[in-house]
């Protein structure tokens, strides 16, 4: 079992940047892929960002990439999610998720343990 709190969320103009936290606990966390999952309200949860166990090979969604950035401490047993240059279209509740292989890293459905999430409010 891993258990995962997210937290670095809030509200911020358009432009701004947020740093979103994942911390682990439970089974090792240097064991586990992890990911950044977003849903906004009336929307299906969408892939963000994923992270190898060794944090060498990250994989973004084309609608971020370039502004965010996923990193991990596995010291520190906590992912992160950079967002930089945030537009409202980021408006969602982020989620932080583990799994073990980084095959198909970017679905949903593949992920074992999910956060409770966190908002990110976007304004123009």
């Known amino acids: 079992q891993v258990q995962l709190v997210e937290s670095g969320g809030g509200l911020v103009q358009a432009g701004g940047s947020l740093r979103l936290s994942c911390a682990a606990s439970?089974?090792?966390?240097?064991?586990?892929?992890m990911g950044w999952f977003r849903q906004a309200p009336g929307k299906e949860r969408e892939f963000v960002a994923a992270?190898?166990?060794?944090?060498?090979?990250?994989y973004y969604a084309d609608s971020v990439k370039g502004r965010f950035t996923i990193s991990r401490d596995n010291a520190k047993n906590t992912v992160y999610l950079q967002m930089n240059s945030l537009k409202p279209e980021d408006t969602a509740v982020y989620y932080c998720?583990?799994?073990?292989?980084?095959?198909?890293?970017?679905?949903?459905?593949?992920?074992?343990?999910w956060g409770q999430g966190t908002q990110v409010t976007v304004s123009s």
């Open positions: 998720a583990a799994k073990e292989s980084f095959h198909s890293a970017g679905l949903t459905n593949e992920y074992d343990y």
């Open positions: 992270i190898s166990w060794s944090g060498v090979t990250t």
């Open positions: 439970g089974r090792t966390f240097s064991s586990y892929v």
